[in-house]
């Protein structure tokens, strides 16, 4: 079913004229250029590194809360191509890969679950930017491409006060390179790379930045890669490195300077990934395990499969940022507009089969191939105006209003041919056409969930030099929101419901307190209490055809869940000296309302519910050293503690794990990354360098429930092909901690070509980063898992 879009088209182009009036408005009152847009992209020649994580240009040590900023350089020398590559250098910040295009961020340990593709109602606990437009969605984070960023800023901690709703924990911001004005510069860079045991893969890239005259400058980038799979699957639609994929996409920016300090950038991004299948590494399987009348042992990094799977995320975005010299203040205005199409395509006979083993059908009915698609439509607008301060002065203020709106139309589909057939044998004739709904009866499962969410915010900030070394920060931000759901269901697996209406709103103010102390030159103090929020939602009715007694009673009740809120406590140190950095901080987050995500077991179904109380305390620190001339090291880690403060009644603690005590789930207790490099001239114009890295990632648990009864022995009840209903299989579901160890070394030319060598996991670390159950675990057991050792060489041209 299609829900046309052409309302929130129309509110589009509201918002963007009503942008460009504010702004064009504005010109009569300009006076001198913005500054900004040149700090974005300067790394001054001391190698500080400018952020605008307060949403102005700042140092990282100026900033007066935690902070990470990953720039260009460092992206290239560790060899990150993704958001979980990045995350294994930065203290406190944790990635739970869920295959390509569906990973999960943590920061400070406020995670609560694996959220899987069919929770579209779910919010998200980072908020993730694209310079100044939001991009971040629940379980599918934009798996954007790094290539010509000017740095990724980590910004630790709640930041409800600037950023609003999904930054509970914390804020990733990409930062793009700006168009310059007068510079014709760009790169160019071709990659090949080999898996050890699977394929091969490449990339080529480039971006220009051309002037157009005085006033005028592009900057367009371009980018392809192939990435080589190392998954093999047997089994009808087996074969070998099944889980290869591509990403493709490019960006142009085009920024218009006044010179009188009036600048537009309109901006156009768009980016398509896709993959062949997931790195799903299997121990069970209903169609092959070790219980069958001919066992099946599944290995390392395989599969079975009877359907080849896929995944697609197809992004646009436009978005137009104004800026506007006042004199006293500076006026910016930000309009976006973002459409993605996402398609989860899965191999889903082992869940729809299981089902029918249930049923008591034939053999043959539990073998037909069943595939599971779920598709995601997506048109987001938001509008964000600000006015800030415009000065040196000891004074400094921020004032903002900000609007969004979200047509989000969530589907899912289980086409499985001959199941009507097999339905009406078993059960009676009509019966797949009685339970349909309107839908294809072949497919025994079908939803159509479009949601409608808007969010209205007024936000401010304003800083206050009490003494030369004492400076006193405070805003907040008062937002309002609402969401419609509507769900319609039919096949035999589902409820039937029709044009079920649900609604949810809420409303709030988040405050945030800071004080910054210099000690001495280049020593400073911060202390913060800020308090975050994540907007709560409704939850999917229960799949109550597939629900045995217990599940059913179990889980049967939660139907809405409120907005989760977190105070956040924290005292840091920021340093720097001769050859030196070092920053640290301690927190404590108070979580009230945790939204935890939980399997309903043999429902098929996932819900969300509230945990009154939770915490996450500990420490994080990075180091940075240059001892000599050339050589550098780079030591950054964190320990956090984060569990759960309320214990369930009754049952629900041990089905849930939800007990005092217990961790909360994805995150790591300790992570810890080193990395160093050295670099000399070999020549008048040449230098070489040698690199390498190795980072740790401790034990995490994928949900809750996890740690009771752990290991946890997973009893099938599905006696098929030989196995036994009795047949069981025992998993620790600790995850266990991994390490991974990095290797590289290059030239680099002055006339702008470099070349770089690379081993990626040289250890071959096969890490676990989660836990795949299908149908409660009786139909499929799975680990998601690392990418094995990889081989590379990248040249690039600087010019």
């Not at 010109?27 to 847009?37: G, I, K």
């Not at 910040?93 to 609560?112: E, T, W």
């Not at 954007?144 to 914390?170: H, I, K, W």
């Not at 995944?311 to 203040?329: C, I, N, V, W, Y």
Request: include cysteine; glycine fraction near 10%.
């Amino acid at each position: 079913m299609h829900y046309p879009h052409t309302h929130s088209i129309a509110r589009m182009r509201r918002a963007l004229l009503a942008s460009c009036v504010l702004g064009f408005a504005a010109v009569p009152a300009m006076a001198q250029d913005s500054d900004e847009p040149v700090a974005q992209n300067r790394q001054t020649s001391s190698n500080v590194i400018v952020v605008t994580a307060t949403k102005r240009a700042t140092t990282v040590q100026d900033v007066p809360f935690s902070i990470n900023a990953q720039t260009q350089e460092d992206i290239q020398k560790s060899g990150a191509v993704t958001l979980e590559d990045l995350s294994r250098n930065v203290a406190g910040l944790s990635v739970q890969n869920l295959g390509p295009g569906q990973s999960q961020v943590s920061v400070r340990g406020v995670s609560a679950g694996q959220v899987v593709r069919d929770q579209p109602g779910v919010k998200e606990q980072v908020g993730v930017y694209l310079d100044e437009s939001v991009i971040s969605l629940s379980l599918f984070t934009p798996d954007l491409d790094l290539f010509d960023l000017n740095r990724v800023e980590t910004l630790r901690g709640p930041q409800g006060t600037l950023f609003g709703s999904g930054s509970v924990g914390g804020t990733i911001r990409y930062i793009t390179n700006q168009p310059q004005m007068g510079v014709v510069e760009g790169t160019a860079e071709a990659n090949v790379n080999m898996i050890d045991g699977g394929d091969l893969g490449w990339h080529a890239k480039g971006a220009i930045n051309l002037p157009m005259g005085e006033m005028l400058a592009a900057r367009v980038v371009g980018y392809y890669t192939q990435y080589g799979g190392f998954i093999d699957a047997i089994g009808p639609a087996g074969g070998e490195n099944i889980n290869s994929g591509e990403r493709y996409g490019g960006r142009i920016a085009v920024r218009m300077d006044s010179g009188t300090g009036f600048a537009v950038t309109p901006r156009v991004v768009y980016q398509k990934v896709t993959a062949d299948g997931f790195n799903r590494q299997e121990i069970f399987n209903l169609y092959a395990n070790p219980f069958m009348t001919n066992p099946v042992q599944l290995g390392e990094r395989e599969q079975y499969l009877r359907l080849r799977e896929g995944f697609e995320d197809e992004t646009f975005l436009f978005d137009l940022t104004m800026e506007a010299d006042l004199g006293p203040a500076t006026l910016t205005s930000v309009s976006s507009y973002i459409n993605r199409d996402i398609l989860v395509s899965r191999d889903a006979s082992a869940l729809t089969g299981s089902v029918s083993v249930d049923l008591g059908y034939p053999d043959a009915a539990v073998l037909l191939p069943s595939n599971l698609r779920d598709t995601t439509d997506l048109e987001t607008i938001t509008q964000e105006v600000r006015l800030s301060s415009n000065n040196s002065g000891m004074f400094q203020w921020l004032i903002g209003a900000f609007y969004s709106e979200a047509d989000r139309v969530y589907a899912q589909r289980l086409p499985t041919p001959g199941y009507a057939a097999a339905t009406d044998a078993a059960l009676g004739a009509g019966t797949s056409a009685a339970v349909s709904n309107g839908f294809d009866v072949d497919s025994p499962f079908n939803s159509d969930l479009p949601y409608d969410i808007s969010q209205i915010a007024v936000f401010g900030e304003a800083s206050f030099d009490l003494t030369d070394a004492l400076t006193v920060t405070a805003g907040g931000r008062y937002y309002d929101f609402e969401e419609k759901r509507t769900i319609t269901t039919g096949g035999l697996f589902a409820n039937g419901d029709t044009d079920v209406v649900d609604r949810t709103a809420s409303n709030g103010f988040t405050p945030r307190l800071l004080l910054s102390y210099e000690v001495m030159p280049d020593v400073t103090v911060n202390a913060q209490a800020s308090k975050g929020f994540r907007l709560g939602g409704v939850n999917d009715p229960l799949n109550v055809p597939l629900c045995n007694a217990q599940d059913l009673a179990l889980f049967g009740g939660f139907q809405s869940y409120d907005d989760e809120t977190l105070w956040n406590y924290e005292l840091g140190v920021k340093s720097q000296g001769n050859g030196f950095t070092f920053n640290a901080a301690a927190f404590y987050n108070d979580i009230s309302n945790l939204q935890v995500t939980l399997d309903a077991g043999s429902c098929s179904s996932r819900i969300v519910f509230n945990v009154p109380d939770a915490h996450t305390a500990g420490i994080e620190a990075e180091l940075g050293l240059n001892p000599a001339p050339g050589l550098n090291f780079n030591l950054s880690g964190s320990f956090i503690e984060a569990e759960f403060d309320t214990t369930l009644p009754g049952a629900l603690a041990s089905a849930t794990g939800i007990s005092e005590g217990n961790r909360l789930p994805s995150v790591p207790k300790f992570q810890i990354a080193a990395s160093g490099s050295y670099e000399w001239p070999v020549s008048s114009g040449a230098d070489a360098y040698i690199g390498a890295s190795v980072s740790h990632v401790g034990t995490r648990y994928t949900q809750p429930a996890d740690q009771e009864g752990n290991p946890r022995t997973f009893v099938h009840g599905l006696p098929f092909a030989g196995a036994p209903a009795s047949a069981s299989t025992t998993v620790d579901l600790l995850l266990d901690s991994y390490e991974l160890v990095n290797l590289s070394a290059g030239l680099e030319f002055e006339n702008g070509y470099s070349f770089t060598v690379y081993v990626n996991n040289v250890l071959d670390e096969n890490a676990l980063l989660s836990f795949d159950r299908e149908r409660g675990g009786r139909a499929r057991l799975a680990y998601s898992v690392g990418q094995p050792r990889t081989f590379g060489i990248t040249a690039r041209k600087e010019f």
